[in-house]
């Protein structure tokens, strides 16, 4: 095929003609221009363009090699990048694999895994250049601005402004920090917050060092409190922020006695269960 | 303050309408009023309003409304602001005259968007609703939370539903937000996608 | 010939001064365009803009931004904004008239500290003096310009002083506004900040 065939590509602003033969690509210099594409499809896709041929006419061989030439030259420092072009790099070994085994006569129900990859490419160039289209919109903050004003003055509007707690800032700030990355699941509202509780837990184990899961409690949050704050306790401990301690019970005898056999001990008994702060 | 509490009766509008040519002196000079409050309730508020909206905290009627809008304008004309329609409701915003001037002198505001963000971002919008990996199968990348956690923070998108297979993921949505970003009032406003002809032979 | 001293001159000012009434007209309409410019820069800009900011982004002299900021007065009294001097410049503010309306409609809005706003707070109470950058870089995610003027307009962060890198960012710092807010009688008495670091490979 013909690799001479270039249209005007460029590495940052150096024209380039031929590639992949010619080129040596230093594994450091291909970590950073692996980063100049979205992902192996767009990579893939920038290599059908270079040879300048109709995507469902897509030389799967001799482009096959070209990504592969790429991938091998990767050292191993830069594998963390690489993840998601490698597994393509996989797709296309099988798919070479089948195009170099005689096709057996009789009809299979697997699809044919080229036409597969044919088909993704079209998808992806499709949104590619979609994304091309909304970034040409004219856009909100960078092609027209907001008015911004501010309030009546603070006097006039503070008549009835509360005090705010320091404690908000430093939650603010644990929520920030302990927010696990967005699970794809709605979360009901609850009365009593489990964030809230995690980052107020949080700040009273990091301030104290240690207190009973009792002392942790809002009395004013109630039965549903007590529920959110045990889950909160727990995801703590699995985040390994926060530990469990048992200490010697110092109550007096007969209070254990009398409520061995009370359903309700159970506040009772984590008073003994001390949390503490591991961070 | 502003005495127009009166759930039907806001301003003296309908009365003077049939009386003498003094009272319409009189009406204007309300309508001016009744802009004025819009304006404030534009500038106050965090999120564009919609008639409805304003109607119902100023009670007024669809027609008051809209001659006050039109007063509005009219005054904002000597200014460098424009009142803008979007998806989700009036707002103002700088007259696009002066984007130049407001790019040059503060950089830092105008916001650049990545080519990850924008493709995530289209598949959702194009593709709706849409599962994290269906947007990993479209880009043929994994999807990092950053890109996901930009989005919901603008409020650009939402999960809304699940999709009933295993681990019943979350679909996303594009939101009003998004539209009024992009100057768009309805998704049906999208630029076309573009065909697949077009596409295959990709000179 | 008409030598005009062009190193102190953007608009046409000086020289018409002392000319026929004709070009008054033309100092008068340019006037008035710097006025808008003016109006400009105060909606665009997070932070209040002072007198040599102003004269810097537009090249004006003094007395030509007095006059300029003159006739954006007088356009304003027929809207609901009023320019307002602080110690760290001019702003545009909602006329105190309307402090009523705004309370009966948004009555929320003065106490609710969005979550994005007490984020953007703490990092700038804890790891003072930062510029903007540093906060997108903790929080990861981009700042929006509404969250740093609502934080101007409430008095509790000030910029004072430059970082020595690319671009001479402006860095913010928290006022004494901001210590009476939160009943704090001294920076030490933010409680001690959590190891954020160890939260941080922990989770």
């Not at chain 2, 002809?197 to 990709?202: F, G, H, M, N, S």
């Amino acid at each position: 095929m013909d690799t001479s065939n270039t249209t005007a590509l460029r590495i940052y602003q150096t024209p380039v003609q031929h590639l992949p033969d010619d080129l040596y690509v230093p594994p450091q210099a291909f970590a950073i221009w692996l980063e100049q594409f979205a992902g192996p499809l767009d990579f893939l896709l920038y290599l059908v363009k270079k040879n300048n041929v109709d995507l469902t006419q897509m030389p799967i061989l001799p482009i096959t090699e070209q990504y592969l030439a790429y991938i091998s030259e990767l050292d191993t420092e830069h594998f963390e990048l690489a993840g998601d072009y490698l597994l393509m790099a996989s797709t296309l070994i099988a798919i070479k694999t089948e195009l170099l085994l005689p096709t057996p006569d009789t009809p299979t129900d697997e699809r044919d895994p080229k036409a597969e990859l044919i088909e993704r490419l079209e998808e992806y160039a499709q949104i590619k250049a979609a994304s091309q289209r909304l970034d040409n919109l004219i856009r909100l903050e960078r092609d027209v601005f907001l008015a911004m004003v501010s309030m009546p003055s603070q006097d006039v509007m503070n008549a009835e402004l509360p005090n705010y707690s320091p404690t908000l800032l430093i939650d603010s700030l644990f929520k920030m920090q302990l927010q696990p990355d967005y699970q794809m699941h709605t979360i009901k509202t609850d009365i009593v917050p489990l964030s809230d509780r995690i980052a107020s837990i949080s700040r009273q184990l990091s301030t104290d060092g240690a207190r009973s899961f009792y002392e942790l409690l809002d009395k004013a949050q109630g039965k549903i409190g007590v529920v959110v704050s045990f889950v909160a306790v727990l995801e703590l401990i699995k985040r390994q922020l926060v530990g469990v301690v048992y200490t010697e019970p110092n109550n007096d005898a007969s209070t254990l006695m009398k409520y061995d056999t009370d359903p309700s001990d159970i506040n009772n008994q984590s008073q003994e269960l001390t949390l503490q702060w591991l961070a | 303050m502003v005495d127009i509490d009166d759930s039907k009766q806001p301003i003296e509008a309908k009365p003077t309408r049939a009386a003498a040519t003094a009272s319409i002196e009189e009406d204007h000079t309300s309508l001016e009023d009744v802009s004025k409050h819009i304006e404030v309730l534009l500038h106050a508020s965090e999120a564009p309003l919609t008639a409805h909206a304003l109607r119902k905290h100023l009670s007024l009627s669809t027609k008051e409304l809209k001659q006050a809008l039109e007063v509005l304008e009219r005054r904002l004309e000597t200014g460098v602001l424009n009142l803008h329609e979007t998806a989700s409701g009036y707002r103002l915003q700088i007259s696009d005259d002066y984007s130049g001037l407001i790019q040059q002198v503060f950089p830092q505001r105008q916001e650049r968007l990545s080519q990850a963000l924008l493709e995530t971002l289209s598949v959702i919008a194009y593709k709706q609703p849409v599962t994290r990996s269906d947007i990993e199968q479209v880009r043929g990348v994994t999807l990092s939370s950053n890109i996901l956690r930009q989005l919901f923070d603008k409020g650009w998108i939402i999960e809304k539903g699940f999709k009933e297979t295993l681990g019943r993921p979350a679909l996303l949505h594009t939101t009003a937000q998004f539209l009024d970003a992009f100057g768009l009032s309805h998704l049906d406003e999208l630029p076309p996608m573009p065909d697949l002809e077009t596409i295959r032979t990709l000179s």
